[in-house]
């Protein structure tokens, strides 16, 4: 039985000592080219966070019952693409159903969550952690599970704070050199230095 602590320090570290894009710098390209309205932000989180966690659960189950036993580790990344890719077909074929407004807001980053090395990320460092030899495969399950849903937490924090910047940004009296995306740079760069000062809290 794994210990309430040890999903508290999992949920945490994924979401904010180590967040995806801050720290580990994955996703940046969602993180800049749709963050400059909350509404598009926020919708390209929850889609994130869903192909996020349902991948990883696919991904690790993959590896340790199928790869892993025929010796075939090899292509985890082929198998990790095809299981990410099928996920992001789904997630794009219900937002244009229900949401067609949330459907070109997001425009090409949408199907390019499928390329979003956030995701992929996640999935592979769940499996380069050893989570299956050191907590057994049950108990592996549920931390790979709790680390990527505290990692598609922090990359929605993340989005949504900057979105809400840039749109403040927008209105503000910013040098005309500066406008646009130097000035997100600038406040991308401060944010990663105010979530560097998390570093070990935990």
């Known amino acids: 039985m794994i210990s309430p ?3 508290f320090v999992a949920i945490v570290s994924s979401m904010l000592i180590n967040n995806v894009v801050l720290m ?3 996703g940046v390209c969602p993180f800049l080219g749709v963050s400059k309205k909350t509404e598009s932000a926020l919708g390209m989180s929850l889609a994130v966070m869903f192909v996020m966690v ?3 659960i696919l991904t690790y189950l993959v590896y340790h019952l199928v790869l892993e ?3 075939i580790e090899y292509i985890f990344i082929i198998a990790f693409i095809l299981i990410i890719a099928s996920l992001v077909q789904l997630v794009e074929m219900a937002i244009k159903k ?3 407004k949330l459907y070109k807001g997001l425009g090409i980053y949408l199907p390019l969550i499928v390329t979003n090395c956030a995701i992929l990320g996640v999935a592979e460092s769940n499996i380069r952690d050893g989570l299956a030899s050191e907590y057994g495969f049950g108990g592996g399950l549920q931390v790979a599970i709790v680390t990527a849903f505290g990692a598609a937490l922090g990359f929605a924090l993340i989005m949504f704070a900057f979105s809400s910047i840039r749109e403040r940004l927008d209105h503000a009296n910013v040098p005309e050199s500066w406008k646009g995306v130097p000035v997100s740079l600038v406040t991308a760069g401060i944010m990663a230095l105010a979530f560097l000062g998390l570093g070990g809290i935990v």
Do not use: A, E, Q
């Open 54 to 56: 349902i991948s990883s």
């Open 5 to 7: 602590t040890v999903f």
């Open 69 to 71: 036993p025929f010796g």
């Open 98 to 100: 229900f949401s067609k």
């Open 24 to 26: 580990r710098f994955l």
